[in-house]
């Protein structure tokens, strides 16, 4: 079946602009994640919701990111005021639900290029 | 942050010989993943291992677990082109909390 999908797959944004970061989860996961990954790094927990609540936002760096998924499917991830060292991947993933169900599968990330 | 180191940052090695990299974390943990990222696949689960476990393959690879150390190993034998990427260690979850929390990652290249 379809994995998980993001777009757009590549922003360029001027410093200062908002940009908005779509994620599709694979059909029926319960959880989805966004994680934000520099270069040359390992991703970075962002955020996480199960369904529509979001659960835990402590990986947001700042009050200019904002993540949404208001009817439990989609999500989008909303970076306002953007700044250079926002640049990065951005990665999104989805989980089944239950305890066998621990494997998060991503997305193909959206490069995020600030100037 | 990051709490994982991954050694070495960087392997080379001829396609078929073995590979190994190692992973080392600070807190206790309920579960390991190891994950595999190249340009063409994106990130991609590749085992779970459980902090009751000592060891787990999944054809070619194979993920021991010391918790006793807080490490964790992935051999990759009998090399091929095709394992050229990063590999990530990646803590989680872990006591109801859901979120996985990446190493530094290794990249490997494999020689043809």
């Known amino acids: 079946g379809a994995g998980v999908s993001q777009s757009p797959r590549y922003k360029v944004a001027k410093r200062g602009q908002d940009v908005a970061l779509r994620c599709d989860p694979i059909?029926?996961?319960?959880?989805l994640f966004w994680y934000q990954q520099a270069l040359g790094q390992g991703p970075e927990f962002l955020t996480y919701?199960?369904?529509?609540?979001?659960?835990?936002k402590s990986g947001l760096p700042s009050d200019r990111f904002f993540a949404e998924r208001p009817e439990g499917s989609v999500s989008t991830l909303k970076i306002q005021r953007t700044q250079q060292e926002d640049s990065a991947v951005y990665l999104c993933?989805?989980?089944?639900?239950?305890?066998?169900?621990?494997?998060?599968?991503f997305g193909p990330g959206t490069r995020l290029l600030v100037l | 942050s990051q709490q994982g180191e991954e050694d070495p940052q960087a392997l080379s090695i001829q396609e078929g010989e073995n590979a190994t990299m190692n992973c080392s974390y600070k807190?206790?943990?309920?579960?390991l993943q190891w994950y595999r990222q190249n340009s063409g696949r994106g990130l991609v689960h590749l085992i779970l291992?459980?902090?009751?476990?000592r060891e787990k393959h999944s054809g070619r690879l194979r993920v021991t677990l010391d918790t006793s150390k807080k490490s964790s190993s992935l051999l990759i034998t009998a090399s091929r082109a095709a394992d050229t990427a990063s590999y990530f260690c990646?803590?989680?979850?872990?006591?109801?909390?859901?979120?996985?929390?990446f190493g530094t990652g290794t990249r490997l290249t494999i020689i043809p």
């Open positions: 993933a989805s989980k089944g639900w239950g305890t066998i169900q621990e494997t998060q599968y």
């Open positions: 059909s029926g996961h319960v959880s």
């Open positions: 919701f199960q369904n529509e609540a979001q659960l835990d």
């Open positions: 807190t206790s943990i309920n579960n």
């Open positions: 291992i459980r902090s009751n476990e």
């Open positions: 990646a803590r989680g979850p872990n006591f109801g909390n859901e979120k996985l929390t």
